[in-house]
């Protein structure tokens, strides 16, 4: 019974609240389709404007990877993951969730299909997506939207977060799961 409540409700959420918005801009007197107009058109601006930035990082993440040092910092960290529980199939995961949330979710999704989404490694794949963030993706799109030009302390304390979470989140799949 619970369990049709809550699906009832995460059908509605966001209807309901979209309907709540449209509702409050229209009795307060908002032209409610004139500044999504305007919204979606700043909006299309700012796209355009970042794709140089996109298409920059995409090309450093594919160089990255094709040259090799992505295989060699796997081949560096994979002994001493192993040592705290970290199966060798989520090694990869750790060193491109930070660079690209896409290339992180295809990895997980192959993992998932080798593996099982129920499998260790795939409740520490998942952890990991929850608990960490895609950092150099953030600092080179969204900080150059707003004109950001120096980010070196913006980039250490992400790193550090992404790094709590990589530990967190092999520290609570173990305990929970074990493996």
């Known amino acids: 019974m619970l369990e049709v409540i809550f699906s009832q409700i995460s059908r509605w959420a ?10 409050v801009g229209f009795i307060r007197g908002v032209k409610v389709f004139e500044v999504f107009a305007e919204g979606a058109q700043e909006g299309f ?3 355009v404007k970042l794709i140089p930035y996109i298409v920059g990082l995409f090309v450093a993440i ?14 560096i960290l994979q002994p001493f993951l192993s040592l705290v529980g970290v199966p060798g199939e989520v090694v990869p995961l750790f060193m491109v969730r930070p660079l690209s949330g896409m290339a992180a979710m ?20 998942s952890t990991i997506h929850g608990s960490t963030d895609t950092t150099l993706y953030i600092l080179s799109v969204y900080f150059a939207s707003v004109g950001i030009k120096r980010f070196r302390y913006a980039l250490t304390v992400g ?19 074990g493996s």
């Open 14 to 23: 966001i209807p309901f609240f979209v309907l709540l918005i449209v509702g």
């Open 45 to 47: 601006w700012l796209a």
């Open 62 to 75: 594919g160089l990255f990877r094709d040259s090799g040092a992505l295989d060699l910092c796997i081949g």
């Open 106 to 125: 295809a990895m997980t999704v192959e993992l998932f299909h080798r593996l099982g989404p129920d499998s260790f490694a795939g409740r520490l794949a």
């Open 159 to 177: 790193l550090i977060g992404d790094v709590a979470g990589f530990v967190a989140s092999v520290f609570i799949v173990n305990r929970m799961f």
